[in-house]
């Protein structure tokens, strides 16, 4: 009887450490795909492949990547290594000045990846003394060739400046866009509640800041003129995910 049971109890420990390293085997080859996926891009822009691009050459790839957002065709990307590539140095082609608004995933509606853009975010996309140094910094030191501010449907700090809405620091915040507000000559409803006149302020609030990095910045208007920049605006359509370029 003792020799059954130690045969039995010798069957039952086999078959545990068996299923055991077949689960630590499985494991470990999961975890390897994991840390080596295969066909993923891992490369990430060096100074010499972004000095050889010219700002209109970084413009389209802003425009093709975009169309494959639309198509749901991102470049698969190796974040991970990308993100160890990138630890010692970035060189960024272009900086984008975007919306605060969590709807507008900048890296993705352009398929970029870790280390290809930068990006600032306010709500409402306007400058201020802080974004226009990042952007000097950005193109002047760092060697981006492209500013891009970037505008959106529905914005709600657009909505909120053509309200005239007075709520602690959000208040002194709209005063930035009511400008691009009172730019826009229309003759209907002025109210945040007619699309047609938030879509008008919407674009209207991109010229306007471009106009202001232009004029409050002589680092970024210099570069432009001669150039070494272009300054460029867009809309981003959250119903499709296109954006619309305003040349």
Do not use: W
């Not at 306010?122 to 891009?148: Q, R, Y």
């Amino acid at each position: 009887m003792l020799k059954t049971n130690f045969i039995i109890a010798t069957v039952i420990i086999a078959s545990l450490t068996a299923c055991n390293n077949s689960q630590q085997k499985e494991t470990t080859e999961n975890k390897t795909v994991v840390e080596q996926p295969k066909g993923l891009v891992q490369e990430v822009l060096t100074k010499e492949r972004r000095d050889a691009l010219t700002p209109d050459q970084i413009i389209q790839t802003f425009k093709e990547g975009n169309e494959r957002f639309i198509k749901n065709e991102l470049t698969a990307r190796d974040h991970s290594a990308q993100v160890r590539k990138s630890a010692m140095g970035q060189f960024p082609k272009a900086v984008v000045l975007s919306c605060l608004d969590s709807r507008v995933p900048v890296e993705d509606v352009f398929d970029r990846g870790i280390g290809d853009i930068f990006v600032g975010r306010v709500a409402g996309n306007f400058v201020n003394e802080d974004l226009l140094g990042s952007m000097e910094f950005g193109c002047k030191v760092a060697g981006a060739k492209v500013i891009l501010v970037l505008g959106h449907e529905h914005c709600g700090a657009v909505k909120s400046a053509i309200d005239d809405v007075k709520l602690g620091n959000i208040t002194a915040m709209l005063s930035k866009i009511r400008p691009a507000v009172d730019m826009v000559k229309y003759e209907g409803d002025r109210t945040s509640s007619n699309p047609e006149f938030v879509h008008q302020v919407c674009e209207s609030n991109v010229k306007h800041t471009i106009e202001q990095i232009r004029t409050k910045s002589s680092i970024l208007k210099e570069m432009e003129d001669n150039g070494q920049i272009k300054i460029i605006g867009g809309v981003y359509d959250m119903d499709s995910g296109k954006v619309t370029f305003l040349e």
